[in-house]
């Protein structure tokens, strides 16, 4: 389950998890791998991120205009039909990911992948604010080729506001996932979690400050 503080203990300790296991897929075999192309469904495409805890990731994307949902789960490893508690211990290579389901009308892949380096700290290894270890780990996954050139283009747009390499992974995108039913919408039904409040809600702000044009109404 979720590692979860009452209190009011400081922002360092307070975490969407834990563990600190490193990947147990080899690197090779990840990236080397074939994508698969999720095909659109009533004019509607499939995106997917991997940028820390995915409460706070689904929560950013779900504010989009253009999206129509934004689902977690895990994405990124090797295990079939992975559970949280499997996930969260790093040994699955999986990452919290986000499936976000979006028109490509409103709002384009590429801005999908600007909100996805602007939403997060791109440069940190491992992990998203004091959520550490490889199931945070920032991954970024492409469908094919033209997917794969766009995220690499604003991947090195980001790079030149950083004096330290960005950490984020770009990999093919070959399986989702889908969590647990209470990690669905987890920030909109529990506002009041101590993490909700210290950790995610001050991330969206950051990001609604940066990216207003792009927001549905009432979301700023």
Same mark, same amino acid.
């Given at each position: 389950m979720k590692f979860l503080l009452i209190n009011f $203990?400081? $922002?360092?300790?307070?975490?969407? =998890? @834990?563990?600190?296991s490193q990947n147990s897929a080899t690197p090779d075999e990840i990236a080397n791998a074939k994508p698969v192309t999720v095909p659109a469904q009533n004019g509607l495409e499939h995106a997917y991120f991997a940028s820390g805890c995915f409460w706070c990731v689904e929560a950013v994307y779900e504010s989009l205009k253009g999206v129509d949902e934004a689902i977690s789960g895990y994405s990124g490893g090797h295990t079939k039909n992975p559970t949280y508690e499997q996930s969260n211990t790093g040994r699955t290579g999986h990452a919290e990911s986000v499936e976000v389901i979006y028109d490509p009308n409103?709002? +384009?892949?590429?801005? $999908? /992948?600007? /909100?996805?380096? =602007? +939403?997060?700290?791109p440069t940190q290894v @491992?992990?998203?604010?004091?959520?550490?270890g490889s199931q945070y780990r920032s991954i970024i996954f492409y469908q094919n080729e033209e997917q794969k050139k766009i995220?690499?283009? /604003?991947k090195a747009e980001v790079a030149q506001n950083y004096d330290k390499p960005i950490a984020a992974e770009i990999l093919p995108f070959q399986k989702f996932w889908k969590a647990e039913d209470y990690h669905q919408d987890y920030e909109e039904n529990h506002p009041e979690n101590p993490y909700i409040q210290k950790v995610s809600i001050p991330r969206i702000n950051r990001f609604k400050a940066k990216f207003p044009e792009l927001l549905k109404e009432g979301a700023h």
């Open positions: $203990l400081s $922002l360092f300790l307070i975490s969407c =998890g @834990n563990g600190n409103i709002i +384009s892949f590429r801005d $999908l /992948v600007r /909100v996805y380096f =602007g +939403s997060q700290d @491992n992990g998203q604010g004091p959520d550490h995220i690499e283009e /604003v």
